[in-house]
């Protein structure tokens, strides 16, 4: 009975996690310094993602901030602790709060993180890489299917970037990605910002990271800045998205077409204003760049 009803739920997810979510226009990531802001100028922005853990609580003044923007503002959620990769068992109350947040705010998705974040119950607050083997994909299939299930709705997992790469690796970072979508039907967040740190830290084409993603996956585009230190890049989502990002996003917009996409800053964080103009920038380029595309294609 229990097998029969959990097989329902996977197929339902399937069905849900088919097609894509609609397309939200452009985001920026929800930062406590602009909700008044945001309630006070209503400023042209399409959507907010919201760090879920800021908000798992039962009440609060952040939760009463989140329910006025989510009045006016479709919203995603986005989380740092699922710990989606880790071999520790998952903690069930973060899963019940999720569940819980996800009922009320009743987001467009629910995103979090290919990476573990810690072990023994100790949360590291670091988004951990992880070996890209087969063992591996099996276990992250398993958890992601656990997830889905348990919150009754598809998970969309992003890319992180990292420093170090595992030496017993058997599929570079995008095929483990592939089929990792293929076999629990999750939607992706594709960080643009991380694959360029990425590719620069270990020397891999982030071309080939877009062109190796299913097309039909990637919900949401990441766009950050991030610290150059010439031999290595240190992901620090700080300052303005530089212009070889920017690049990068011409070429992801072209390969994915319209793709909900948001600014995410998490550091150093600017007057609302300032990220709303960025936010400029990037539907600037991704409408140029979806007429190009428009203009081959006729
Ligand atoms: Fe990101």
């Known amino acids: 009975m229990a097998r029969a009803k959990t097989v329902a739920v996977t197929r339902s997810i399937r069905e849900t996690a088919s097609q ?4 939200l ?6 930062r406590p310094q602009h909700y008044s802001d945001i309630l006070e100028a209503s400023p042209k922005v399409d959507w907010f993602e919201a760090i879920s853990e800021n908000y798992m609580v039962p009440g609060g003044q952040p939760l009463r901030m989140l329910d006025k923007i989510r009045a006016r503002y479709p919203i995603v959620l986005h989380g740092v ?3 989606i990769a880790s071999t520790a068992p998952f903690n069930e109350n973060y899963l019940k709060d999720l569940k819980t947040l996800a009922a009320r705010v009743e987001p467009q998705f629910v995103s979090d993180h290919l990476c573990w974040t810690g072990v023994h119950g100790v949360n590291l607050h670091d988004l951990l890489p992880i070996p890209y083997t087969r063992e591996a994909l099996d276990h992250v299939v398993a958890r992601v299917h656990y997830v889905q299930e348990y919150l009754g709705r598809p998970l969309a997992i992003e890319n992180v970037s990292t420093y170090v790469q595992f030496a017993h690796s058997e599929m570079p970072e995008w095929e483990f990605i592939t089929e990792l979508t293929k076999r629990t039907g999750c939607w992706l967040v594709f960080d643009v910002n991380n694959v360029f740190v990425s590719a620069f830290n270990h020397g891999w084409d982030a071309h080939a990271f877009i062109d190796g993603i299913p097309i039909d996956r990637v919900v949401q585009f990441h766009l950050a800045g991030h610290e150059h230190n010439v031999s290595h890049i240190i ?11 920017w690049e990068l996003f011409r070429a992801a917009v ?3 077409g319209p793709v909900s996409t948001i600014i995410e800053r998490d ?8 990220l709303v103009a960025e936010l400029g920038t990037a539907r ?8 190009e595309l428009k203009q081959e294609r006729t």
């Open 235 to 245: 992901d620090t989502h700080d300052a303005l998205v530089p212009e070889e990002v």
């Open 254 to 256: 072209k390969r994915f």
């Open 20 to 23: 894509r979510p609609p397309f």
């Open 267 to 274: 550091d150093n964080i600017p007057p609302l204003a300032d």
């Open 25 to 30: 226009g452009f985001g920026l990531g929800l």
């Open 284 to 291: 600037t380029i991704a409408e140029e760049m979806l007429a």
């Open 81 to 83: 602790s699922l710990s």
